[in-house]
């Protein structure tokens, strides 16, 4: 897949945001959302927010900018959010660029669970994309889980998760409720990143065994 920049919602998609609202967001404590727009783009402030609409397969695309913060500012303080799987699974969003060895802390990971397998960032102050093929952990008919939660993810067009297997919850999740759908919650981390073009499009269970 070649970059994925403004890439248009597919006719089946459900668009969470489209530049002009927050109505399809929410706030931890089920309040409406109240992140500032701006030419746009939302900007993260406030504290975290969710979609109202949950999801269990699906493919998600989210285009992301981590703004310039300098070279004073090291580490995980470098324009931090985050993009949650069903509200449990996190994908790092992280200003990387330039760092040969990312690990489980950085852009395109899968946080505390998996490194990417490239480093795909772009400079800060410049869009990214992530699109996002997530397949729900599978249950038994007495609700035993059978199957983690597995993820394919690419970066500005690279892939840097491969069909990873995620075993459990990130830290700072909504909650463990497996066997549920959930919601894509985007992290306000204390930077301000912002995010734009933001839809999903569901996909049937039945012939999803690898994305």
Not at 26 to 55: C, H, N, V, Y
Not at 179 to 190: C, F, K, N, S, V
Request: charged residues 20%; aromatic residues 10%; proline residues 8%.
């Amino acid at each position: 897949m070649t970059d994925t920049l403004a890439l248009p919602p597919p006719a089946d998609a459900v668009v969470l945001f489209d530049g002009t609202s927050l109505g399809p967001w929410m706030k931890r404590d089920g309040t409406g959302a109240a992140w500032p727009i701006e030419s746009g783009d939302m900007i993260t402030q406030g504290g975290d927010i969710l979609s109202r609409e949950t999801f269990r397969d699906f493919y998600l695309h989210v285009e992301f900018l981590c703004p310039n913060l300098g070279p004073e500012v090291t580490g995980q303080g470098r324009s931090n959010s985050g993009v949650f799987l069903q509200g449990r699974y996190e994908i790092q969003v992280l200003d990387s660029y330039g760092i040969e060895d990312p690990g489980r802390g950085d852009c395109g990971a899968l946080y505390n669970h998996s490194a990417p397998l490239v480093n795909a960032c772009n400079p800060p102050d410049t869009w990214q994309s992530y699109d996002a093929f997530f397949r729900a952990p599978r249950f038994d008919d007495t609700g035993n889980k059978i199957e983690n939660a597995r993820a394919t993810l690419l970066h500005n067009g690279r892939v840097v998760q491969n069909n990873q297997e995620i075993p459990k919850q990130t830290g700072g999740a909504l909650d463990e409720n497996y066997a549920e759908a959930g919601p894509i919650l985007l992290q306000d981390h204390g930077n301000r990143v912002r995010f734009r073009n933001v839809w999903v499009v569901p996909l049937r269970p039945s012939g999803a065994d690898h994305y």
